[in-house]
């Protein structure tokens, strides 16, 4: 069976739906950056997640090329995740998308290398005529949060976030969204395969003890 990190590590990616506390270790992804309103058709947004497949799939797949990753085993594609943040904007800002500014996020595996990933890159590029360089490999440390899942359309997020608030300063902690720890999303539904009410969506917060 290939190794499923949603499954192996249940803190990280199926918490219940009330909030709790997780520490949140460094991890490698790939990503991709940009702006503006996420649902317009044909938007950055869009192309990015397809770039991010794109290597994430090369990677995953590299077992069948001449290319062999050390210490590659078989795994499932980790979820779409994603850091959202507005200038000026303590949070998130439903009712203006267009000011988002986000950063579009796949985990990779402890094994995949900068070299593995610049590989993907090249591979990617070649085959499918596609310039994929904003597709970046980053190492982040996202520490202390307080995380829910919620259950829902993405609009009534709010709602989950003032759980989510209230019961971190309950435990003693404030939330700590600055220019480099981000409100943060891991979509675990397909939206174009999953009725509104029921999409799985994992928000996460920075926290700090107060």
Request: net charge negative.
């Given at each position: 069976?290939?190794?499923?990190?949603?499954?192996?590590y249940?803190?990280?990616?199926?918490?219940p739906?009330?909030?709790t506390?997780?520490?949140?270790?460094s991890?490698?992804?790939i990503?991709?950056?940009?702006e503006?309103?996420?649902?317009?058709?044909?938007?950055?947004?869009q192309?990015a997640?397809?770039?991010?497949?794109?290597?994430?799939?090369?990677?995953?797949?590299?077992y069948?090329?001449?290319?062999k990753?050390?210490?590659?085993?078989?795994?499932?594609?980790?979820?779409?995740?994603?850091?959202?943040?507005?200038?000026?904007?303590?949070?998130?800002?439903y009712?203006?998308?267009?000011?988002?500014?986000?950063?579009s996020?796949?985990?990779?595996?402890d094994?995949?290398t900068?070299?593995?990933?610049?590989?993907?890159?090249?591979?990617?590029?070649v085959?499918?005529?596609?310039?994929?360089s904003?597709?970046?490999?980053?190492?982040?440390?996202?520490?202390?949060?307080?995380?829910?899942?919620?259950?829902g359309?993405?609009?009534n997020?709010?709602?989950?976030?003032?759980?989510?608030?209230?019961?971190?300063?309950?435990?003693?902690y404030e939330?700590?969204?600055?220019?480099?720890?981000?409100?943060?999303?891991?979509?675990?539904?397909?939206?174009?395969?999953?009725?509104?009410d029921?999409?799985?969506?994992?928000?996460?917060?920075?926290i700090?003890?107060?």
């Amino acid at each position: 069976m290939p190794f499923d990190y949603k499954k192996e590590y249940k803190e990280f990616y199926m918490p219940p739906n009330k909030p709790t506390i997780v520490d949140v270790p460094s991890m490698n992804y790939i990503a991709v950056r940009g702006e503006g309103d996420p649902n317009c058709e044909n938007g950055y947004y869009q192309t990015a997640i397809g770039l991010l497949y794109g290597i994430a799939y090369t990677l995953k797949m590299s077992y069948k090329t001449d290319y062999k990753i050390n210490g590659y085993f078989d795994y499932v594609v980790p979820p779409l995740e994603g850091f959202w943040w507005q200038d000026g904007i303590d949070g998130v800002d439903y009712t203006h998308k267009e000011n988002f500014k986000w950063i579009s996020l796949i985990r990779l595996p402890d094994f995949v290398t900068k070299e593995d990933f610049d590989w993907a890159v090249e591979t990617c590029a070649v085959k499918k005529k596609t310039d994929f360089s904003p597709v970046e490999f980053i190492t982040y440390t996202e520490g202390l949060c307080v995380q829910c899942m919620h259950i829902g359309a993405y609009d009534n997020e709010p709602e989950t976030v003032g759980l989510m608030h209230e019961y971190a300063h309950k435990m003693g902690y404030e939330i700590d969204i600055t220019d480099s720890r981000h409100h943060h999303e891991i979509y675990l539904s397909d939206f174009r395969k999953t009725a509104t009410d029921k999409l799985k969506t994992v928000i996460r917060h920075p926290i700090k003890r107060i």
